[in-house]
């Protein structure tokens, strides 16, 4: 089995050209390549219905084959990506997923996210399809988890959160020459970096040179 690639993007981007010129190669050179599309039916602000003639995204790559995973359920995407891999992974070319998402929130601090649907909408998304509440529950109906366990476990984290939230904001603001850093790594190993040899910034006069 060969390694495979992934390349994550929205339904807002799903129509963009560069994704069918980069699926055409894929498919002619039969590129263990997978085209994930997290479909959340607005894009940055837009209805599918109304950006999208075509609404079935995994249908998009024409011969590509294509399977649609309920993104919202963990066990589905865990098994769904596993048989995408196996086919991908086993020379047969690039694969089409569309994972059928949700966002509760807006696309940007600049997107309230109510402008182009109902607060209604989105409610009721939460209380039937969200994602952690599926998975607190499925453990709960399987015996494997009690009720109050996974409260505890749910208290112990927002706690962690806040604390690394809290060390985060005391340090000092990045700075440019931060950005360098870490752009490759020699190992998962702390400090552990290679410095390429040249970074070209947006002004190619303060681009990097190694010295």
Partial sequence: KMNVAIACYGDGAANQGQIWESANMASLWKLPMI???????????TSID????????????????GIRIDGMNVLAVKEGMRF???F???GNGPMYVEMMTYRYHGHSMSDPGT?????????????????????????ID?????????????KKIRKEVQAETKKAKEF?????????????ANSMESRDQEVPDFIRM???EKSFWKS
């Fill in 115 to 139: 402008t182009y649907r109902n607060r209604e909408e989105i409610a009721l998304t939460r209380s039937t399809r969200d994602p952690l509440e599926f998975v607190k529950n499925t453990m």
């Fill in 50 to 65: 109304r950006h999208s003639s075509h609404s079935d995204y995994y249908k998009m790559g024409n011969h590509i084959p």
């Fill in 35 to 45: 085209f994930c599309i997290e479909n959340n039916h607005y894009g940055m602000g």
């Fill in 172 to 184: 000092d603001d990045v700075q440019l020459k931060d950005m360098l850093d870490f752009v490759y």
């Fill in 202 to 204: 947006p002004d190619y």
């Fill in 142 to 154: 399987a015996g494997f988890a009690e009720a109050d366990e996974i409260k505890s476990i749910e």
């Fill in 88 to 90: 991908c992974g086993s």
């Fill in 84 to 86: 995408v891999k196996e």
